[in-house]
């Protein structure tokens, strides 16, 4: 299923580099900014899959060192059961177990949490780079960053037409960015999250034209160099 819906994403995407539908420059950056000196990490959203080690303050016997999150976005806990897990910050799902334990059990307990694996930091790079796959970040991340963990875009790759999707609270976003403009300093690098979908442009002219080049090299003079991008 997840793999369907990066297929559907990136054909939507191929499709969407040829239009002029998508957000870019200043629009693009609006959406998905760049990183500042005044920039704070965001505090980590606690995924399904990931594993969490849970103390309780004084209370050994509430206090687990392996606590998975199951598929579903739970928590199984000692006396209060299922906790949804899923979406929350370590301090908020501190707060919903100590609330929990509090409403019966203890007076005034602390929680603490702590992600010892997750499984939910990862992003997705497809289209013309040279190793597409779904990749594991620490932290932020950058579009630069992104790159070189697919280790590049491909000599056909249209580095104009690199479209970042995210997946927010109210809907799917998308936006263009320029990498070669990137690269030279001519643009910000925008931040790239866990969870969001790179992909790369494809320029089919000129990988028709190298194919035929290595079919029929001796022709090759006759033919003006695809530099454009």
Known sequence: MLRASICGLIAVALTACSSTNLPRGEQAYAMFPAPTGETRPSEYKIGPLDVLKITVFQEPDLSLEEVPVDASGDVLLPLIGLVEA??????????????????????????SIIVSQSASQNI???????????????????????????????????????????????????AQFNLDDIRKGQADNPQILAGDIVVVGNSFAKALFRDFLQLSPLLATVFVRLDGR
């Open 86 to 111: 899923a979406g929350k910050t370590g301090t908020e799902l501190s707060t919903a177990i100590a609330g929990r334990l509090g409403e019966r059990y203890l007076i005034d307990p602390q929680v």
């Open 124 to 174: 997705t790079v497809e289209g013309a780079v040279k190793k597409p796959g779904i990749f594991e970040i620490q932290g932020q991340a950058n579009l630069i960053q992104a790159m070189a963990l697919a280790e590049g875009p491909t000599q056909t790759a249209k580095l104009g037409e690199v479209i970042v999707f995210r997946r927010k609270e109210d809907g799917l976003y998308a």
